[in-house]
């Protein structure tokens, strides 16, 4: 499947008074075609060359550029990944998408980059939660990208480390995500945007990813502000692509496993390569290992440790919004925990000594209590620890850092008892209610499904603040406003809670948080530990 259709038609007139820009927008690889009123929207652009037959697992190569009017009024295909998710698939996938409310190229407004989430290894942007049309309502350019997946994205081996010229392999849908943005920076004022105005948004994978690529030497000054929604694993065990990490195996060697013949593996099929790789593993026992399709320290791309960078000072020092879900490990806390044995169970082997201690601070009384204590661990150590630690990082060096909570249970969570579930936030901040970033019938669990008594006026409220805070951040680097009085993180480690009520609050969680935070330092420090001049 194309990208676009491409079809040659008479230049229009570049702009149009009454309704934005007009319809054909020149770019630097040709003219794009859009569709829209008040708000035009240019989809399946692509920002890279196809990275099919010698180019796949290659960085991110030019466009070809085109002769005509590239039609774009379609989202791209899906890159590759496990079957979540209904629509076409291809690896000829590296595409973004822009809405503009702009009537003309002069009008300067700020950007917002959105990078969708997935674990790395499954989700697009042609999600329909992720429709960037009511944030373009609010005066931004809204632009969402695809990028590698799964083994496509983030696939370590020695023969790709060889022809690299950089020796290191195995960040590549990190370096779409740069080759994305410098195409903003080339492309995104034709759409009526600021290239020095840029923030990059995400969450989950996404989150983690805006939060890499404050790290990223090659995507420094391509954007401005961050916001980074419910990142996961920040200040965890990531493994090296050459050395033996946290006792997890070298990416190279886990990529080895596949083959040692690069042009052997480059013939295969995309479905062949997708059935080497076997299903997604966000958390489990080959993730726990490494042997996972995720980004690593190179010493290029990803310089060190992140936590490291983050602890000596190695990152953007940008404007930042991060926070989190107050329930974010009811989707991702693996087989639920019924009773105190296992709870028990689940906290000596993620703690070893320190169970008690951790379960004195999950408290669980009865077996009833014990699936609420497991979920918060496991939510806790994967999102919010590490999200402190970034927020504590950069408030060092920025005023302008801003942490939140996101303590909404709509009808769904209730429903289907996940509360305020990881994700469910999105569609708040786009302003698409009713929708969910899991579609309206996941089958994730027998009961989900978004209907009409899903969300009501608290939440289409809610939905305009968050949707309004995101945008005037984006503009000015402070989300104050009406109806949000939001202190900076500060000293005091003050956040929003953005629920039934939207309220100011101070030192979220502190002491659990304190412990897990503790207790991940103490697993960088005497596990295998990294060391400076080995990523180097």
Known sequence: MKLSIVVTLFLAPAFAATSGLETIVKIDSGLVSGSGTSVRSYKGIPYAAPPIGELRWKA??????????RVSKEYSPMCPQFQFFPGAQSEDCLALNVWTPAKSSAEKLPVMVWIHGGGFVIGASSQSVYDGEPLATQGVVVVSI???????????????????????????????????????QRNVSAFGGDPKNVTIFGESAGGTAVCLLMVVPQAQGLFQKVISESAAWMFGPFSHIKETWYSHMPAEKFGESHGKD??????????????????????????????????????????DDPARLFLEGKFAHVPLIAGTNADEGTLLGGPPVHNLAALR??????????????????????????????????????????????????????PKVFQYQFTRVNGVGSRIKWGA?????????????????????????????????????????????????????????????????????????????????VAAKTALRKKPIDFLTEFATSQRDHATAPSTSAAR
């Open 60 to 69: 991110p190569q030019p466009v070809k550029p085109w002769k005509g009017i």
């Open 146 to 184: 695809n990028y590698r997946l799964g083994i496509f994205g983030f696939f370590s081996h020695p023969g790709l480390s060889q022809e690299s010229g950089q020796g290191v392999s195995g960040n590549q849908g990190i370096l779409d995500m740069v080759a994305a943005l410098q195409w903003v």
């Open 262 to 303: 690069i042009a052997a593996l480059r013939s295969k099929t995309t479905a062949e390569i997708l059935k080497l790789a076997g299903g997604p593993d966000m958390g489990g026992e080959k993730f726990d290992r490494g042997e996972s399709y995720m980004p690593v320290v190179d010493g290029v791309v990803i310089p």
């Open 345 to 398: 169970k689940q906290a000596t082997k993620m703690f070893g000594a320190q169970a008690d201690e951790a379960l004195a601070l999950y408290p669980a009384a009865t077996d009833a209590d014990a699936w609420d204590a497991a979920s918060h661990i496991v939510g806790d150590y994967t999102f919010l620890q590490g999200t402190r630690s970034v927020l504590r990082a950069e408030s060092k060096v920025n």
């Open 421 to 501: 579930y990881h994700a469910s936030e999105i569609p708040y901040v786009f302003g698409t209610l009713p929708d969910s970033a899991y579609g309206t019938t996941a089958g994730l669990v027998g009961d989900f499904h978004v209907d009409a008594d899903s969300f009501n006026e608290t939440d289409a409220k809610l939905a305009k603040t968050m949707s309004a805070a995101w945008v005037r951040f984006a503009k000015t680097g402070d989300p104050n406003g009406p109806g949000v009085s939001w202190p900076a993180f500060g000293a005091k480690e003050n956040y929003m809670e953005f629920g039934d009520q």
